[in-house]
């Protein structure tokens, strides 16, 4: 029997929603992006956890205004009543909304399908779900092939535990 899960239907709409939203593939942009993070891993009752980690993010600008986006993060660890937590990986795929508060500041909401697997006393959990994000992009440089990014992220969001990562990074378009 073929099953789908969520990020292979993002892909799909993020693909439809490509060839619609920009006829004309000069504008399009691609980026690289590296980022530290600071997640923090909330499971209510059971306690929480948080460290510094890395981020890195590939993704295209379609046009000025919608684009898509996969980030793949993790790293670092913090320790909880005696026990190791470790984010082994968090990674999405992700559609993109721009808006151009001026010619070289953007604001930007991110919307798609992540998945999380993090390490805690030898045992590991692995969830995947919707996830969002919103952030701030400053161009460095006046040729806009450099930028500084902030950016705050909820990856995973369950009964059970939420994952949240607050970024600081550089972009680089080509």
Do not use: C
């Amino acid at each position: 029997m073929l099953r789908f899960r969520t990020p292979s239907l993002l892909i799909a709409a993020l693909v439809t929603a490509s060839l619609t939203a920009s006829p004309v593939y000069a504008q399009m942009v691609g980026y690289l992006a590296a980022d530290a993070i600071h997640w923090a891993l909330d499971q209510g009752p059971s306690g929480s956890a948080e460290a510094v980690g890395g981020r890195v993010s590939l993704g295209t600008h379609l046009n000025s205004r919608f684009g898509g986006e996969i980030r793949a993060g993790g790293l670092g660890s913090d320790t909880r009543q005696g026990q190791s937590v470790t984010l082994d990986s968090a990674v999405g795929v992700y559609a993109k909304a721009v808006h151009p508060v001026t010619r070289h500041i953007r604001a930007y909401a991110l919307a798609g399908a992540a998945q999380v697997e993090i390490s805690q006393g030898g045992r590991s959990l692995k969830e995947s779900g919707f996830s969002w994000g919103v952030g701030i992009e400053l161009d460095a440089d006046t040729g806009g092939k450099w930028a500084i990014r902030l950016d705050h992220m909820r990856y995973l969001d369950t009964p059970d535990a939420s994952l949240e990562a607050t970024g600081l990074g550089v972009v680089y378009r080509f």
